[in-house]
């Protein structure tokens, strides 16, 4: 027994454990996915529909994280990423579009930029107890207090900490849907791959969490340039999460808002004058909204989500997607009862909505950067219904087939409905 005390004395400092800690991490991923669609019938079309006619696109994107622990508290992350290939119909004509993967591409020839590049601090918030963290990308294996205040700056995501559904969350691994992975209605500062500049806070206590970010905003519509003008063009993002059981399985509830200030015009205004709401010449607008998420564990295996959201539907889209009120709900299911524990099958709901002067400016010939199809004869909601198998084929590889059912898709009952057909290929280690 005594040859063991020196092992519990180097565990054990002040009856804290001391976990064994990175300084530097390296981590990589890679995603392809092929989809399709046979055709469909359409009234009519426009420059931004989802071609009638059958057609296939494949995407691509490689992704390497690096991590380096600088100080004590503070980390830095790199991500040089490289993308390329299309979605289908050069990702047009489907607000909720099926292919997550494809806001990441700008152009069809592959090409290699950053997609983050952002420091982390973190603060000890009292003699809080610690907590073990496992190496993953952009995050060091080691420990992080119970009670924490983090501090970000720099070039990243906004959805890699908001709005975050460990169900229903990343199109590389869950489901593919532009409106599964994230709240279709928050109209979230990036550039068309999905970055921006941001400076973040964030509290973790232990049942709540409290972020918010300042974000830069694109130069125009789903542009691939950030506006570097902060006092006339910029987002403020917040949300408050709260973690509860039910049943003695965890379940998490967030609460977002948030408000944007760019040179997007309104949606009445475009309509009466030069229909340009990609471009906008002035600075000044303003576009705000909410939304709601959560996750519940049911048994072992079994995980629900829901998510809802509303913005003002006033003001032009200017980031994400063009959707202004969407809801969601879905269900997961690991395949533990078929041995088959790193198999995951998911199958999930979601309709999307516009607002009256957005479906205005559709009527009347207008186009967004996603959706138009020259008119807009018959409005409906845009339902998608979307079910997958992930299959683990050997040690950090995975493949997945994947169904979506698309109803009215850019809200156009005169259009579908389509049925899309997916196969996705995704190493990560």
Not at 53 to 73: D, Q
Not at 247 to 259: E, H, I, T, V
Request: proline share 4%.
């Amino acid at each position: 027994m005594k040859k063991y005390i020196p092992l519990v004395l180097l565990l054990t400092l002040a009856g804290r454990v001391v976990y064994a800690q990175e300084n530097r991490s390296f981590h990589f991923q890679l995603t392809t996915v092929m989809q399709g669609h046979p055709s469909f019938k359409a009234a009519y079309s426009g420059k931004n529909s989802l071609a009638d006619t059958a057609e296939r696109a494949l995407s691509l994107t490689s992704t390497f994280y690096l991590g380096r622990k600088l100080w004590k508290g503070a980390e830095a992350y790199f991500n040089p990423e490289i993308s390329g290939g299309r979605g289908m119909s050069s990702a047009l004509g489907v607000a909720g579009f099926p292919n997550g993967e494809t806001f990441r591409i700008g152009d069809p020839a592959p090409a290699l930029y950053t997609a983050r590049l952002f420091i982390q601090q973190q603060f000890n918030l009292g003699h809080s107890d610690t907590i073990a963290t496992e190496a993953g990308p952009n995050q060091l294996a080691g420990f992080t207090y119970k009670k924490a205040l983090f501090v970000r700056a720099g070039k990243f995501a906004l959805s890699d900490y908001f709005d975050d559904n460990g169900v229903s969350h990343d199109p590389r691994t869950g489901f593919m849907n532009w409106s599964l992975m994230s709240n279709g209605a928050w109209d979230y500062p990036a550039n068309t791959r999905g970055y921006t500049y941001s400076l973040m806070a964030e509290l973790v206590l232990p049942q709540w969490e409290f972020r918010a970010a300042t974000s830069l905003v694109p130069t125009y519509a789903n542009g691939p340039s950030i506006d570097m003008h902060y006092f006339k063009a910029h987002a403020e993002t917040v949300e408050a999460a709260r973690k509860y059981e039910i049943g003695g399985k965890p379940g998490m509830l967030r609460l977002l808002a948030f408000r944007n200030l760019t040179k997007a015009p309104a949606y009445a205004t475009a309509t009466a004058t030069d229909k340009d709401v990609i471009y906008g010449k002035a600075y000044g607008s303003v576009k705000y909204g909410f939304g709601i998420n959560a996750k519940q564990q049911i048994g072992n295996n079994l995980n629900l989500f829901t998510r809802a959201g509303w913005n003002d539907g006033r003001t032009a889209t200017w980031a994400f997607t063009e959707i202004d009120r969407s809801v969601s709900a879905g269900a997961t299911l690991q395949g533990n009862d078929w041995h088959r524990a790193e198999d995951k099958i998911g199958i999930a709901l979601v309709s999307n909505g516009i607002s009256a002067a957005h479906a205005a400016f559709l009527a009347s010939g207008g186009y967004g950067f996603m959706v138009g199809d020259g008119s807009l004869n018959r409005r409906g909601a845009e339902s998608i219904a979307e079910i997958y198998y992930s299959a683990s084929l050997f040690s950090h590889c995975w493949l997945s087939v994947d169904y979506q059912f698309v109803n009215n898709p850019a809200y156009n009952k005169d259009r579908g409905p389509v049925h899309v057909f997916a196969a996705r290929a995704h190493i990560s280690f």
